[in-house]
């Protein structure tokens, strides 16, 4: 039928509909599911089909019956090519009313019509947000980034978290239809179909309960005061069981195309509901570093299992140059813990302990790491560095040693200088370091696997309709 369909083409009357794929499936290592598929509306615009003298009209009508801004669709539909028959989206997730309404009063609105498409459904998403992360409409910085052939300018597309990572694995392939239309765009005859094919599912090594299980306990405080991260690492294998940070946020809200005053409600939260804690926040670690620091002293041999400390308490340190001057370094107990070794230092948490391996002491036999030495086995434990993740934003966090204080304070001749109590606070994860949650489990982790670290993994494989394996983390 060449002649007929070229016929058509000349006049307008082929077109070609997007079938927008439904996105693959998430789910925890149970098979439990987390993000799923729903079905939308959205309300678009072909320019071609649109009647030049009657629009404005149109425009009013819509934007009474929808509660829209009949100016800002007007701007938008003047900025495109009014010879273009790609759709432009004038209203994102209309109610299932609002769709039947529309299609009741279809002939009053031409060259509008109403799409069915397949949006995000995310469960429990105030326990899993931060971990999925959302989908929205493609943007043109979108397409910069990625292919554009694969993506309709209706499409949707990861924009954080899981949906973001694993976008080319999740989204799919879109289908069309080739279809007949009168001279207004409305539907007179499919000719033919290209299916769309479902995008892969992603199956994490998130352990479903054992999140909320967390996020239970974690949320017994009044709503909205908690601001917590927590996570769960199986050390000889870097799987993630769990990773929290409260409070989340609803990613729904964007799946359904968020509302300006939503968007501005989660700005304006001041504990900060889309900052992922666990993986961007930065902290001082604290007494989580002793492990590490009792590994390093073991190591270069500053101590032995059986060499004994007194923690009194405090820690006297006289000053250099006026030996009337004094400082004191007190431990968390003021009275003191007794003498210690390096086992029960790490389980009683001797800070006196620990600055003394540390950083040494003018009436001590032991020498002490050092600054240096000390950072040097802090990276070996990844301070400093990102993991690797498979989560974007993630933060390296910072190891303080003499170089670094030089370099920050370079224009104070005073600050810029490393002190011995600079050694004692790194020694015990105090002063300027910092590190996020998720380098705290990490370096538990390796520790927990008698010194090999793994890279943390959230998701564990994708799998195809027939649930084959098609990528797999290792």
Do not use: C
């Amino acid at each position: 039928k060449g002649k007929y369909f070229q016929q058509l083409s000349e006049n307008n009357r082929l077109r070609r509909q997007v079938i927008l794929a439904p996105r693959g499936s998430i789910l925890d290592r149970y098979g439990q599911p987390l993000a799923l598929n729903t079905a939308s509306f959205n309300l678009v615009a072909v320019p071609l089909d649109l009647p030049r003298g009657e629009m404005e009209g149109q425009v009013l009508e819509l934007a009474r019956l929808f509660n829209l801004d009949s100016q800002e669709i007007l701007n938008k539909l003047k900025q495109v090519d009014p010879k273009s028959i790609q759709p432009i989206l004038i209203k994102q997730d209309l109610s299932q009313q609002e769709a039947i309404l529309f299609e009741t009063k279809a002939s009053d609105f031409v060259g509008f019509s109403v799409q069915k498409i397949p949006i995000r459904r995310y469960l429990d998403p105030l326990v899993f947000s931060h971990i999925l992360g959302f989908t929205g409409i493609v943007s043109p910085a979108d397409l910069e980034k990625t292919s554009k052939i694969l993506y309709d300018f209706n499409d949707y597309i990861g924009k954080t978290g899981i949906e973001l990572e694993y976008e080319k694995y999740l989204h799919g392939v879109n289908g069309e239809n080739l279809v007949e239309v009168d001279a207004s765009g409305k539907l007179l005859n499919v000719l033919g179909e290209n299916v769309a094919l479902p995008g892969n599912t992603a199956v994490l090594n998130i352990d479903k309960e054992l999140q909320k299980k967390l996020f239970n306990e974690l949320f017994k405080e009044p709503e909205g005061k908690v601001k917590a991260a927590a996570i769960a690492l199986n050390p000889k294998t870097g799987q993630v069981l769990a990773l929290l940070s409260l409070p989340g946020f609803d990613n729904n809200w964007f799946a359904h195309g968020i509302r300006s005053q939503q968007y501005q409600s989660l700005l304006d939260d001041k504990a900060l509901p889309m900052f992922n804690r666990s993986i961007q926040g930065t902290y001082p670690p604290g007494s989580t570093v002793k492990p590490m620091v009792a590994a390093a002293a073991l190591e270069e041999q500053v101590v032995d299992e059986n060499t004994a400390i007194a923690d009194k308490g405090v820690l006297v340190i006289p000053n250099q140059f006026d030996p009337k001057m004094a400082y004191n370094f007190y431990g968390w107990k003021r009275d003191g813990l007794g003498v210690m070794n390096v086992v029960s230092a790490i389980a009683q948490s001797s800070d006196i302990y620990f600055y003394t391996v540390a950083g040494g002491h003018p009436n001590s036999r032991i020498k002490g790491l050092g600054a240096e030495k000390l950072a040097e086995y802090y990276r070996k434990f990844n301070l400093g560095k990102l993991t690797g993740i498979d989560l974007q934003g993630e933060k390296p966090g910072l190891v303080a040693d003499p170089d670094w204080k030089a370099e920050y304070f370079k224009k104070d001749p005073i600050l810029k200088k490393w002190y011995l109590g600079d050694t004692y606070h790194i020694g015990i994860g105090q002063g300027d370091m910092l590190a996020t949650p998720l380098q705290v489990a990490m370096w538990t982790a390796i520790i927990a696997n008698n010194g090999t670290g793994l890279k943390p993994e959230i998701l564990d494989k994708i799998l195809d309709e027939k649930d084959r394996v098609v990528f797999q983390n290792q």
